[in-house]
């Protein structure tokens, strides 16, 4: 795909101002058992308290066989470049890549593999932080020039520090990359600052709660209802509530 395709194809996503409202397996491994003493040494009379005749002539019991730990499971990744078929190659799910710079990562989920612009259900240029959730129904889910996607659990949570956010750094998941409160962005020019708060991962217009582009001064108030936040080509954004 060239780079104009690219763009092309990722006009609406970029530009949905106002147009909605408001598997690994856990390896365990088991350590061989390791066998007991063998008979009588009367050679070595400091090993009589663990000889057989100093308990009663009875047979030495093998040790219990050693167990390790089971190692924690891996997250299920996929490559930044790449066509996936969904279901076969990647599993359904929410995805994250983070590091990207340049917008120079994009990433398309389609209905179908024709390569036409109606077989797009989504897609986006990402600078920073991408998530996606891939659906069931999807059919493929297409990367390139993207940092490794990692599968996350969407029911993760944490506790976001800092009170500054970086203009570009992308799709933010709230309440684990970013705390719920009131942020203000200034000196935004010719309105290429773009924000959005977004219900869920799928990138589809009813995703959108509200968005905006920006020219000069933005504030945005994000709530803990809100599922996701997103950033891009704005000035840094400062927590002011």
């Given at each position: 795909m060239s780079k104009s395709q690219t763009q092309q194809r990722n006009w609406f996503a970029r530009h949905?101002?106002?147009?909605?409202?408001?598997?690994?397996?856990?390896?365990?491994?088991?350590?061989?058992?390791?066998?007991?003493?063998?008979?009588?040494?009367?050679?070595?009379?400091?090993?009589k308290s663990a000889s057989p005749a100093?308990?009663?002539?009875?047979?030495?019991?093998?040790?219990?066989?050693?167990?390790?730990?089971?190692?924690?499971?891996?997250?299920?990744?996929?490559?930044?470049?790449?066509?996936?078929?969904?279901?076969?190659?990647v599993k359904?799910?929410?995805?994250r890549s983070t590091g990207n710079k340049d917008a120079e990562c994009y990433w398309e989920r389609a209905k179908d593999a024709s390569g036409e612009a109606d077989s797009i259900l989504a897609n986006d240029n990402v600078t920073g932080t991408a998530y996606v959730e891939i659906k069931a129904s999807d059919k493929l889910f297409k990367s390139t020039s993207c940092g490794t996607w990692e599968?996350?659990?969407p029911q993760a949570a944490g506790t976001p520090s800092g009170t500054t956010v970086k203009g570009s750094a992308g799709m933010l998941k709230v309440?684990?990359?970013?705390a719920p409160g009131t942020y203000k962005s200034t000196g935004n020019k010719d309105a290429e600052c773009y924000w959005e708060r977004s219900k869920d991962a799928s990138h589809g217009v009813d995703s959108i709660l509200a968005n905006d582009n920006v020219t000069g001064t933005a504030v945005v108030k994000i709530t803990a209802k809100?599922?996701?936040?997103?950033?891009a080509d704005c000035g840094d954004w400062?927590?002011?509530?």
């Open positions: 949905k101002v106002l147009t909605a409202a408001g598997a690994v397996v856990v390896v365990v491994a088991i350590g061989a058992a390791v066998g007991g003493g063998g008979g009588e040494d009367t050679k070595t009379p400091e090993a100093a308990s009663g002539d009875k047979a030495p019991e093998s040790e219990a066989p050693e167990s390790k730990a089971p190692e924690k499971p891996k997250a299920a990744t996929v490559d930044g470049d790449g066509d996936f078929e969904v279901g076969s190659d359904p799910g929410l995805y599968a996350v659990d309440g684990v990359d970013i809100d599922a996701y936040f997103k950033t400062t927590k002011t509530g």
